[in-house]
């Protein structure tokens, strides 16, 4: 078998938060610490005991040894409105959101780079043929999906192509059916959508056909097409909103701490309240919310603060198969198979067994979707298992993926995925996994400026928008746009 290389993004320029943020000097205050290192995967101790900082010395000046076991780390200190744990493209939307609808000052803090993790490794859907209308997600992904389609159109009336900015590509869905069983779920789901707004159509064998010549139809197939939905590149759209947060930069209201790992919260000795997030290299004080937005790291860490809160988010992690300069079929549309939505709906009844295995216990599954990304590569899925934070390739996974994809395009099965040779990629990533298959968006019970933005799974691109409001109205006590009950932390942890 031809050796397979692991998707691993380029490095991306960073400017140096100590070169051009100038922060006021924040009050002296008693700090607890507690947690670990933030995605590291080997426990650390960082000492049970209580530690006293020395005040503050000025912005950007020493701010002190904090022991930590047995090795010292030394602080510079900054103070902003917003810290955001994570990088992902839930934390630098919710960045981008409240630079642009407040006069708050925002950090972003990230152990790597941006597109490093779950976002830089999916496949970019902007799709509503997946999710059910009625649904606690509905209104969420109809208003994310409403917001990134007036960012492509606010693009393009400034002049310039949403498909260089963004990636942006409106190619329309297809749900495929290949049995009379899934044409007739796929009826059902195109009335269901329809009634609630979305324009959808049932397409017969025959108009499958005219619309992929690549599928393999027969007379029972069928599919729900969704004309509107679009696919972006991620790291083209990651870098947009990365250039629109740093035009802040200059008012002071913005700054990037990357590949500066989160080493804890630190509370205040006299409320409990959260005051500061302690990095490896800077303390980043907080006068008004910290959010944490670290992806499937968010349980890990938010269990360390040992604030009797379990946030069950857990990584699940996922293989998509890119082959590059592949011109064998052709698509018209981003393809997904009808099981897709079922297999959605069993894994989320069966989470409750899920929630409680161990990371190294899986619960393997694989279905077929199949989209051209923005290069004219194909890419291939996609497979979910729990591994804990294993992003190793996993070979028989890929060959699982190939033959999956075999049974849905005649032409794939002309060839041997060996022969493919060098222009055969993988990417892997940890998607942040919730137990009831929806995201934790809310501030955290008993932290009132503690707020949880994780445990999107696949869809944290598709939402990103939608949560960023959300976050961004919680923190500045706005009325929403969508209800945020259906996603609050309390009732949803354990403790």
């Known amino acids: 078998m031809a050796s397979m290389s692991t998707y691993r993004p380029a490095a991306r320029p960073h400017l140096k938060p100590s070169s051009f943020i100038v922060s006021p000097r924040p009050p002296p205050c008693t700090l607890a610490l507690r947690s670990r290192l933030f995605g590291s995967r080997i426990p ?25 076991g047995s090795r010292p780390v030394v602080a510079s200190q900054h103070s902003f409105d917003v810290v955001i744990v994570g990088a992902g493209i839930i934390g630098l939307t919710i960045a981008r959101q409240l630079l ?28 509503m043929a997946h999710k059910t209308p009625g649904s606690d997600m509905w209104e969420l992904a109809l208003r994310s999906h409403q917001l990134w389609e007036s960012l492509a159109e606010n693009i393009h009336d400034q002049g310039l192509n949403p498909q260089e900015v963004l990636g942006w590509k409106k190619t329309g869905s297809l749900l495929v059916g290949k049995t009379v069983e899934e044409s007739a779920l796929l009826k059902r789901r195109v009335k269901q959508l329809s009634e ?60 990037e701490f990357y590949h500066d790992p989160v080493i804890s919260l630190l509370r205040s000795g006299k409320n409990g309240e959260v005051e500061a997030v302690l990095t490896s290299k800077s303390t980043l004080y907080c006068k008004k919310a910290v959010v944490i937005a670290a992806g499937c ?53 069966s989470s409750v067994s899920a929630a409680g295995l161990s990371n190294d216990e899986e619960m393997l599954s694989i279905s077929m979707t199949a989209t051209t990304d923005t290069m004219g590569n194909l890419v291939l899925g996609s497979s979910r298992q729990f591994v804990g934070f294993c992003t190793e390739a996993n070979a028989s996974i890929i060959d699982s993926i190939w033959k999956r994809a075999q049974e849905f395009f005649p032409k794939l099965r002309e060839m041997n995925l060996a022969e493919i040779g060098e222009n055969r990629k993988v990417r892997i990533g940890l ?26 799974e696949g869809s944290g691109l598709s939402l990103a928008l939608g949560t960023a409001e ?15 009950a259906p996603f609050a932390v309390d009732g949803r942890c354990c403790r």
């Not at 609808?101 to 780079?113: F, T, Y």
């Not at 052709?330 to 079922?342: C, D, I, K, P």
């Not at 919730?434 to 933005?453: C, E, Q, R, T, Y």
Request: aromatic share 6%.
């Open 44 to 68: 650390v101790d960082l000492c049970a005991t209580r530690t006293r900082l020395n005040g503050p010395s000025g912005a950007g000046q020493p701010l002190g040894r904090v022991r930590v």
């Open 100 to 127: 642009l609808e407040s006069d708050l000052s925002v950090a972003v803090v990230d152990k790597a780079v941006p597109c490093s993790g779950a976002t830089g490794a999916g496949q970019g859907y902007i799709w």
């Open 196 to 255: 609630a707004g979305v324009e959808a159509e049932f397409l017969s064998s025959h108009e499958l056909l005219l619309e992929e010549p690549a599928l393999s139809v027969d007379k029972e197939s069928g599919a729900a097409l969704l004309p509107n939905d679009c696919q972006l590149d991620a790291h083209r759209t990651v870098a947009f909103v990365e250039e629109g947060n740093r035009q802040f930069v200059s008012q002071g209201r913005y700054a």
């Open 297 to 349: 790291w968010t349980g890990s860490l938010m269990r360390d603060l040992d604030i009797g809160v379990d946030v069950l988010v857990k990584p699940r992690k996922g293989h998509l198969l890119v082959l590059e300069n592949f011109d064998l079929i052709r698509l018209n549309h981003g393809l997904m198979e009808a099981g897709y939505v079922s297999h959605q709906q069993i894994m989320q009844h």
């Open 431 to 456: 998607r942040p996994y919730m137990p009831d298959g929806k995201p934790v968006i809310g501030s955290v019970p008993g932290l009132s400026n503690v707020f949880l933005a994780s445990g999107h």
């Open 470 to 484: 959300m976050v961004a109205d919680m923190v500045m006590g706005n009325q929403g746009k969508v209800d945020f």
